[in-house]
């Protein structure tokens, strides 16, 4: 196995991966506005989650048996052209019956580009951490910036639905000139196609599972949480683009690092988290809870970076690894905008922000546990 990638493949591929995350990002963000435009609850408005997670989750096991077939640059081909086609539908969508749909198309394609291209950044020990922290920073900054785009132009009143439909096309029709010319990775054999559901396996897509839950609950109802603390719809959306940014800015500091202390890492994640839903939970004031955001955010970051690093250093191989996070952030995707909309509206804001602090201590115990006993010795997981 080779010990690094080249850098030109490693820019490339991130920069798609930053292309992916923009786009996705705005559909994330977007089940926001969908949910005012239907006149939604949260709890209704969350099964596009539920589409977009039982797609992660199926397209995922589908890919382990037929991701191999074709050259790795034809299989992101036909996954971005997915996203792309899942994405005009979605905005072109008169009620539910076609968002739903139109979402879990699109996040399908998600994970056919995605995972392929995670498991050639993963799949290389010398510099699999620097590449997840690299890679899901810059995804993610990307992926913040759309929903600031889709905030800025609805401010002059542009509707969001044409601004997610067209950087679609845009962005889209861009990644298929950018993508590289990949060999065909070799044919698993089918005890390599076979997942070990061993308790190592399954404790990878319960730590992907509860790393992702605190990043999407924090934001996914951010919009409706500075409305009733006083904020203007439209400076609400606005303002709730704003924490992401330093979930991404916390990895890509990380990824400028030659040697990693994952438990120190950690340590520094559950003290800011731990503030940040402490002023969101205590205060009311609009500026405070956004203050409480940021730094929540900033704590949360580095979570999923590591999640997704170790399980690319599964004893099962990366893409299994892979494939085990993205069922747990699947499953997550699905259920934490649910969960914090089902609390919100019955018990408040205060006690959904109280579920993010419970679901940080089990995922500390988890991290834990996964460091000490789910990893090849050969791992990556402490220095690259």
């Known amino acids: 196995m080779p010990q690094a990638l080249p850098r030109k493949m490693v820019h490339r591929l991130v920069l798609l991966n930053a292309m992916l995350s923009y786009l996705m990002g705005s559909l994330g963000f977007s089940i926001q506005l969908i949910k005012r435009d239907f006149e939604l609850t949260r709890v209704h408005a969350a099964w596009h989650n539920i589409g977009w997670a039982t797609a992660l989750v199926f397209i995922s096991l589908v890919l382990l048996s037929h991701g191999h077939r074709r050259p790795a640059h034809q299989t992101m081909r036909i996954g971005w052209f997915v996203v792309v086609a899942g994405t005009v539908v979605y905005c072109l969508s008169p009620n539910v019956y076609f968002s739903i749909p139109a979402i879990a198309l699109a996040a399908s394609g998600s994970v056919i580009t995605g995972n392929t291209a995670t498991a050639i950044l993963g799949s290389h020990s010398k510099t699999a951490l620097k590449n997840m922290f690299r890679a899901t920073g810059v995804g993610l900054f990307m992926g913040s910036v759309s929903p600031t785009v889709i905030g800025v132009t609805t401010q002059v009143d542009v509707p969001w639905r044409w601004t997610v439909a067209i950087s679609a096309v845009i962005v889209g029709a861009?990644?298929?000139?950018?993508?590289?010319e990949l060999d065909a990775r070799p044919e698993?054999?089918?005890?390599?196609?076979k997942i070990n559901w061993d308790k190592h396996f399954i404790a990878i897509?319960?730590?992907a599972f509860l790393s992702i839950t605190m990043e999407v609950a924090l934001s996914s109802w951010a919009v409706d949480l500075l409305s009733e603390r006083g904020t203007e719809v439209k400076t609400a959306v606005l303002f709730a683009t704003i924490a992401p940014y330093f979930v991404a800015l916390s990895r890509i500091y990380l990824s400028t690092k030659s040697?990693?202390?994952?438990?120190?890492?950690?340590?520094y994640c559950f003290a800011a988290t731990t503030l940040g839903i402490a002023i969101v939970v205590f205060t009311t004031s609009p500026i405070l809870t956004l203050v409480g955001l940021v730094i929540a955010a900033a704590g949360i970051g580095p979570c999923a970076s590591i999640a997704i690093a170790l399980a690319s250093g599964s004893e099962q191989g990366s893409d299994r690894g892979i494939a085990a996070f993205v069922m747990g952030m699947?499953?997550?995707?699905?259920?934490?905008?649910?969960?914090?909309?089902?609390?919100?509206?019955?018990?408040g804001f205060e006690a959904a922000y109280g579920v993010i602090f419970v679901v940080l201590i089990l995922t500390t115990l988890t991290f834990t546990w996964v460091l000490k006993n789910?990893?090849?010795?050969s791992s990556p997981a402490n220095k690259i």
């Open 174 to 180: 861009v990644a298929q000139l950018l993508i590289p």
């Open 188 to 193: 698993p054999s089918h005890e390599e196609r």
């Open 205 to 207: 897509i319960i730590f």
């Open 259 to 267: 040697e990693f202390n994952l438990p120190r890492i950690w340590a």
């Open 330 to 347: 699947g499953i997550s995707n699905g259920a934490s905008p649910w969960i914090m909309g089902y609390v919100s509206e019955n018990y």
């Open 374 to 377: 789910s990893l090849p010795q």
